[in-house]
C-alpha cells in the first residue's frame, strides 16, 4: 500500500526552488530519487490496476507516466532547468499526447490535484465533442450532474463569441463553448497527500471519472497525429 507522501517530498520541491541549477541537481541526485522519484513511482504502482481496468491500453511504466524533472526552456520565458513539482499522466500507450485525453495526478508544496481531460485546444476534438452535446446533451447532462456529487467539475477555456445552434439548451451552452476540457476534483485538502488513504481516494474518483473519459478519447479518435499545426503544438511545455 502506498503509505502517502512524506515532508521530505516536499521540502525536496523547496530546495529545488532556491537551488535550480545543474550542479545542485546533480550533486542532490540520490536524494531526488529517494525522496521524490521513488514515492510517485510507488503511486503509480498503487494506482495501475485500477488504470488497467479503465483502458487496458494505458501506458504504466513509471518512467513514461511521470513528468521529466528537468523543463525544456528552449520555448518559455521561464527558464528554470527544474520544475519544483511532478505530475502523472495515465494515456494510452503511443499516441501524441496533443489533443488526447488523459488522467492526471499532480503535487507539489502549492498543490494537489487530480482528473481528467484533453491536453491543449485540439479543434478536431472539441469539434467532435460540440456534435456529441447537440444529439446526446442529456446523456452528457446527467454525467456530469452525478460527477458533481463526488466534487468532480467540467472545465476549461471558453469561447464567448462561438456561434450556438439553436437547438443547443441553454444548460448546455457552457460546454459548447469550451475550446478546451477537464474534470477536476475539487475540495481535495492538500494534508490528504501524507494520507495513506490517499490512492485510495484517487482511485474512486478515476473510476467515477471513466464515462467522462471514455467520452473524452471517442471524440478524439479521429484527431491526425501529423497535422499543420503539429510543430506549433509541439512547442508547449510537456514531460
Not at 14 to 31: G, P
Request: glycine content about 4%.
Amino acid at each position: 500500500m502506498f503509505p502517502g507522501f512524506t515532508q521530505e517530498t516536499v521540502q525536496f520541491f523547496m530546495d529545488i526552488r532556491f537551488h535550480n541549477e545543474v550542479s545542485w541537481m546533480h550533486a542532490h541526485h540520490d536524494e531526488y530519487v529517494e525522496k521524490v522519484q521513488q514515492p510517485f513511482y510507488q503511486l503509480i504502482a498503487e494506482l495501475s490496476p485500477a488504470m488497467m481496468k479503465i483502458d487496458p491500453d494505458f501506458e504504466l511504466r513509471p518512467s513514461k507516466c511521470l513528468s521529466r524533472i528537468n523543463r525544456d526552456t528552449r520555448y518559455s520565458t521561464d527558464k528554470s532547468t527544474y520544475r519544483d513539482h511532478h505530475w502523472i499522466a495515465f494515456r494510452p500507450a503511443g499516441v501524441d499526447k496533443y489533443g488526447q485525453p488523459f488522467y492526471w495526478f499532480e503535487f507539489g508544496p502549492d498543490d494537489l490535484t487530480w482528473g481528467v481531460g484533453i491536453w491543449g485546444q485540439e479543434r478536431t476534438a472539441m469539434n467532435a465533442f460540440r456534435l456529441r452535446l447537440v444529439h446526446e446533451g442529456e446523456t452528457f447532462l446527467q454525467m456530469v450532474e452525478k460527477l458533481e456529487r463526488r466534487k468532480i467539475v467540467a472545465s476549461g477555456a471558453s469561447m464567448p463569441r462561438i456561434k450556438i445552434p439553436p437547438e443547443v439548451p441553454e444548460k448546455l451552452q457552457p460546454y459548447y463553448r469550451l475550446k478546451s476540457i477537464y474534470f477536476e476534483r475539487l475540495g481535495v485538502h492538500y494534508d490528504w497527500a501524507f494520507d495513506d488513504q490517499l490512492a485510495d481516494r484517487v482511485i474512486k474518483d478515476y473510476k467515477a471519472l471513466k464515462p467522462a473519459y471514455l467520452l473524452l478519447k471517442d471524440c478524439a479518435k479521429n484527431v491526425a497525429q501529423d497535422t499543420p499545426e503539429a510543430p506549433k503544438r509541439a512547442r508547449l511545455e510537456d514531460f
